[in-house]
């Protein structure tokens, strides 16, 4: 079976500082891991993925996570954090072959501060 | 490109009616999800299509919800007789094939069931 934690259901941070989503997953065999955002009102927008190659993975707008199986964690960094990544951001587990049924995290609001 | 469409994107019902939502996927994707998100929750897979063939809907609900794909292009989701706890927002992705890794989006139908 597969699961996935999202360790904070709110995030706030200051506008040019770091930013930090904690992910952790369960899984029984090596799954794929994904980050998305979705904008109030909008759909889901893919910002990175992790298929089983390099554990640092980048995506787009300076987002990037790091697959660590010993800790079974999968979380997602910015350095420097911007008004417009205000959103809602989902940690999703997926397995690596076959049909891709995404598991879905409950999800992380960030909150950035002027 | 266009993205995946959905229609309408706002809907509001009594208890006890029906209601449909539309998605049309993005051009040439095989596969087509529908997932419900309620408030507070992450994306949960109500059922997947592959072209017009039902890949998995252990979760949709099938005494009041139903969805088809006749064509193998757009989808028709149905809810009937409506409850207040469908009250969601509906998603619906759609993915190049089978075991493509990345799902595409629509910007979602909310209902609200009074």
């Known amino acids: 079976a597969q699961s996935v934690t999202q360790l904070d259901s709110h995030v706030s941070v200051s506008e040019g500082t770091p930013v930090l989503l904690r992910c952790n997953y369960s899984s029984s065999y090596s799954p794929s891991l994904f980050w998305y955002v979705q904008h109030p009102n909008k759909g889901l927008q893919l910002l990175l993925k992790y298929t089983s190659a390099a554990t640092l993975v980048k995506g787009i707008n300076g987002f990037e996570a790091e697959f660590k199986k010993s800790e079974t964690s999968f979380h997602l960094t910015k350095p420097s954090a911007h008004m417009s990544d205000a959103a809602e951001y989902f940690c999703v587990v997926s397995p690596t072959s076959g049909t891709y049924k995404y598991i879905f995290g409950t999800g992380t609001r960030l909150k950035v501060l002027a | ?114």
């Open chain 2, 1 to 114: 490109e266009a993205g995946v469409a959905q229609s309408p994107r706002y809907k509001i019902i009594e208890k006890r009616q029906s209601v449909a939502f539309w998605c049309n996927p993005i051009s040439g994707h095989a596969t087509l999800y529908w997932y419900q998100q309620i408030l507070g929750q992450g994306p949960k897979l109500l059922i997947q299509f592959q072209n017009n063939g039902v890949v998995d809907d252990s979760q949709l609900p099938k005494d009041r919800f139903s969805a088809e794909r006749l064509k193998g292009v757009d989808s028709t989701l149905k809810i009937q007789p409506a409850k207040l706890e469908d009250s969601a927002v509906y998603l619906c992705a759609s993915s190049p094939s089978f075991d493509s890794q990345e799902l595409f989006f629509g910007e979602g139908s909310r209902l609200t069931v009074l």
